[in-house]
């Protein structure tokens, strides 16, 4: 079965460079997800989109942005990169009309390394 | 504010016996929640989930418990098996997950499954 596609699956940027990961969810899922997970860490929760639409909001940084495309894939957008923003970005996705509690699915992640 | 706790960070289990993953949650507004295992390199994967209208919820191996008085709930795996050796994550959203709503996670405990 198709997953979430993730890329790139390594990035290694300077400090104050931007990058640009992007998400393509599982076909006819319309809610993506993108968490951040530091080091040792438990995956933090960034921001998440439905339908094309900004749904709720986390610890996403002002340097970073999102936006959802009219085909449901999302691109994360980080800007004056920092070295603290070195760590393992998941995107997730789900369908919204599945079930009000279908689970969300995971990407294998992309590894930013700020350096 | 640390809502989803894991306090073993890890555990060690024979093979063939069971394991028993233990997660506590401050927040009493969350009222789904979801384990699931990552293996190193890989996004996380559903395991199984309770709704807070439940006390426990059984798929083959994995039995979640939920014991909303104490905010605790717990996966077991039972007989467990060498190929469950990964990392566990407690997960919780207040609320269904319709419309983007965001999961909180656990800090993880690492299980290995000894031969």
């Known amino acids: 079965a198709a997953g979430v596609i993730q890329s790139p699956r390594h990035l290694i940027k300077e400090k104050r460079e931007t990058a640009t990961l992007k998400c393509y969810p599982i076909?006819?899922?319309?809610?993506v997800y993108w968490y951040q997970q530091g080091p040792g860490q438990d995956p933090q929760f960034l921001i998440s989109?439905?339908?094309?639409?900004?749904?709720d909001k986390g610890s996403i940084p002002d340097r970073f942005s999102a936006q959802q495309f009219s085909d449901y894939h999302s691109e994360l957008n980080m800007s004056s990169l920092e070295l603290g923003d070195s760590a393992l970005y998941f995107c997730?996705?789900?369908?919204?009309?599945?079930?009000?509690?279908?689970?969300?699915?995971f990407g294998n992640g992309t590894r930013l390394t700020v350096t | 504010d640390q809502q989803v706790k894991q306090n073993s960070p890890s555990l060690s289990v024979q093979e063939g016996r069971i394991s028993i993953l233990n997660c506590d949650y401050t927040?009493?507004?969350?009222?789904?929640f979801l384990w699931y295992k990552k293996y190193p390199a890989e996004g996380p994967t559903f395991l199984i989930s309770?709704?807070?209208?439940?006390d426990k919820n059984e798929d083959g191996r994995f039995t979640v418990f939920l014991n909303k008085s104490a905010k605790h709930l717990s996966l077991h795996i039972v007989p467990s098996q060498p190929g469950d050796s990964a990392v566990y994550f407690c997960a919780a959203s207040v609320g269904n997950l319709g419309g983007g709503n965001k999961l909180t996670f656990g800090t993880g405990t690492q299980l290995k499954v000894e031969l």
């Open positions: 076909p006819r899922h319309d809610t």
């Open positions: 989109f439905y339908e094309k639409m900004q749904s």
């Open positions: 997730a996705s789900r369908n919204a009309r599945d079930s009000t509690n279908s689970p969300l699915h």
């Open positions: 927040n009493s507004m969350f009222d789904y």
């Open positions: 309770i709704s807070s209208i439940k």
